[in-house]
Every structure is written in C-alpha cells, then in structure tokens.
C-alpha cells in the first residue's frame, strides 16, 4: 500500500498535498483498492466553497458510491477535468495524475489536524 510521507490524509482515506496556499486533494491508494474500479466523479464546481469535513463530491465505483470529504476548508480553484474522460486513473495513480481537487486554503492551521503518513499507516492496518 503506497502512503507518501509528504501528504497529509483523513480518516477517510483522503490525501492532501500543500504547495505554497493551494492544495492538491485526492483519495489514498487504500481508498481506491477497496472502492474497486472507479467509473465517475462528482467535482464540484470551481469558485465553489466548502468547510473542513464538508462533502464536496461522489466518488462511483463498479459496486459502491461514496462521499468525497474536503480535508480543510477552502475554495475550489481547479478540477481535474481529465477525470470526466479518465476517472481509472484514480485506481492508477491516485496520487498523481488521479487527484481531485485544488483548494485555496482558507486556514493552514486546518492542516494540524490531520494524519501523518505514519498515523494513517496505522489507521488502515
């Protein structure tokens, strides 16, 4: 199970990658293999604004539907839009190529709350 050590994750099973006041926000390698083969995501819409632990999408598998759950609040500044042709490579790469979301952060504090990679290691196993 691949757990990057420069992420930051959720309990439920969301990464999030910082680069100056934007972010990254996907969903973990662990997710992806227990959701099977993924065949839609919801995005939400750009400029759309959400609070930590808000729902900001779905997440569509073969078998199951889950809620994607932003890991700190802010505004959404981009969609991967590759997504809509190509949502498999969320099941492929999901830390690269399969992320989600880009989120101006509202409150970089936000991000003292979530898990370090060796913290959600333990989580899941």
């Excluded at 632990?53 to 598998?61: L, R, S, W």
């Excluded at 101006?104 to 370090?116: I, R």
């Amino acid at each position: 199970m691949d757990i990057p050590n420069n992420l930051k994750y959720t309990k439920e099973h969301e990464w999030i990658r910082v680069e100056d006041k934007t972010a990254y926000v996907g969903i973990t390698d662990y997710a992806q293999s227990e959701l099977g083969d993924i065949v839609f995501i919801e995005l939400p819409n750009v400029n759309d604004t959400f609070s930590k632990d808000d729902v900001f999408g779905t997440i569509e598998a073969v078998k199951t539907l889950a809620d994607l759950y932003i890991p700190v609040s802010g505004k959404i500044i981009e969609v991967n839009e590759n997504l809509d042709a190509e949502p498999e490579s969320v099941n492929s790469d999901p830390y690269n190529k399969g992320w989600i979301v880009k989120i101006e952060l509202n409150d970089p504090s936000e991000l003292n709350n979530l898990l370090s990679d060796s913290e959600y290691s333990d989580l899941i196993n």
